[in-house]
């Protein structure tokens, strides 16, 4: 079950993976869309999706704790990086690395529910034995 599972999860971040490479190609204006707003609102928050797949499958894969915190470093490496080039930033160059910083958010999230179902379905499992 637990090789299904882990599947599923590699093929479902795939799907989204490609989706967002979609989303972006419309937020950035490559692909004309009927309704830029839907597209622009799917580019600030859709990477969620994949980044919840992809960190529940590490958390689901991993055998040792530290390599499932290597999403997390790295998210927290860019935020620091991009807080960094937001506070030293002169003129108009701060909405540059303010919407990087924004853009930051919604992995953050997805990272942060993976880390939720995962707990949940530990907890679930030590009850049930």
């Known amino acids: ?3 299904r599972g882990n599947q599923i999860l590699l093929t479902a971040f795939f799907i989204t993976a490609v989706l967002y490479a979609f989303v972006m190609l419309c937020w950035v204006g490559a692909v004309s869309v ?3 707003d839907l597209w622009m609102d799917l580019g600030l928050w859709f990477h969620a999706v994949p980044c919840f797949f992809l960190q529940l499958l590490i958390c689901r894969a991993a055998k040792r ?3 499932r915190l290597i999403p997390v470093f790295l998210l927290a490496g860019l935020v ?3 807080l960094c080039a937001l506070v030293n ?3 108009l160059d701060g909405l540059g690395w303010g919407l990087l910083l924004l ?3 919604a992995p953050a999230a997805g990272c942060a ?3 939720a179902v995962y707990g949940v379905q530990r907890l679930c499992r030590s009850v049930k034995r």
């Open 89 to 91: 930033a002169e003129g």
């Open 1 to 3: 079950m637990n090789d």
């Open 113 to 115: 529910l993976a880390w």
């Open 34 to 36: 009927t309704d830029p």
């Open 103 to 105: 853009l930051c958010a």
């Open 80 to 82: 620091a990086v991009f």
């Open 65 to 67: 704790p530290a390599i």
